[in-house]
């Protein structure tokens, strides 16, 4: 696992260890980011149920300015600070340990609004567009945010979410990958 592009390209990413995780594949990275546009000018990412943050990562090095990654296991805590020192991009990142839906409700308190969100929660966890609901309630999406639900190939999120539409969906063996896409009249 390595990061694919930009400023860190070619520097390994480290694996959670353990049987726990599920780290996206450079395949998948690759083509979720040629899905999305492959350079960013700026703007907020947020890595949701982080792992090793590698796609986080893969977003900072190629132009977001800030990420935030959360994951509620310690193991991937320690593995995401790690990945992020070893890439040279700690200095632009805050880390947190804790569950998903205390996590944005911690993080709209701070006011925090992303341009860009990665949901890759683990595939018996089913509940992306109710996450999703809540971050729109709590004004947490950006107008143009993209976000990229990575998921279990069976399930199937719908084509809207509140004010989400789905702009592409891809299958990758027993991955699929949804994107929405956000636009309200607020920048």
């Given at each position: 696992?390595?990061?694919?592009?930009?400023?860190?390209?070619?520097?390994?990413?480290?694996?959670?260890?353990?049987?726990?995780t599920?780290?996206?594949?450079?395949?998948v990275?690759e083509?979720?980011?040629?899905?999305?546009?492959?350079?960013f000018?700026?703007?907020?990412?947020?890595?949701?149920f982080?792992?090793?943050?590698?796609?986080?990562?893969?977003a900072?090095?190629?132009g977001?300015?800030?990420?935030?990654?959360?994951?509620?296991?310690?193991?991937?805590?320690?593995?995401?600070?790690?990945?992020?020192?070893?890439?040279?991009l700690?200095?632009?990142?805050?880390?947190?340990?804790?569950?998903a839906?205390?996590?944005?409700?911690?993080?709209?308190k701070?006011?925090l609004r992303?341009?860009?969100v990665?949901?890759?929660p683990?595939?018996?966890?089913?509940?992306?567009?109710?996450?999703?609901?809540?971050?729109?309630?709590?004004?947490?999406?950006?107008?143009?945010?993209?976000?990229v639900?990575?998921?279990?190939?069976?399930?199937?999120?719908?084509?809207?979410?509140?004010?989400?539409?789905l702009a592409?969906?891809?299958?990758y063996?027993?991955?699929?990958?949804s994107?929405?896409?956000?636009?309200s009249?607020?920048?």
């Open positions: 696992m390595r990061v694919v592009s930009g400023i860190a390209r070619g520097r390994p990413l480290k694996s959670v260890p353990g049987m726990g599920r780290p996206t594949t450079d395949k990275k083509a979720i980011f040629s899905m999305i546009g492959p350079y000018s700026g703007g907020v990412v947020l890595d949701l982080a792992g090793t943050g590698a796609l986080g990562i893969e900072l090095s190629r977001m300015d800030t990420g935030f990654f959360v994951d509620q296991e310690y193991k991937s805590i320690e593995t995401i600070r790690a990945n992020l020192r070893a890439t040279g700690a200095d632009r990142a805050e880390v947190y340990r804790n569950d839906f205390r996590a944005i409700k911690t993080m709209a701070r006011g992303f341009d860009l990665f949901l890759d683990p595939y018996k966890i089913k509940t992306m567009d109710a996450l999703l609901l809540t971050m729109q309630e709590l004004s947490m999406i950006r107008s143009g945010c993209v976000i639900i990575e998921h279990d190939a069976r399930h199937h999120y719908p084509e809207v979410i509140g004010g989400l539409s592409k969906r891809g299958k063996g027993d991955t699929a990958v994107i929405y896409q956000f636009w009249g607020d920048q």
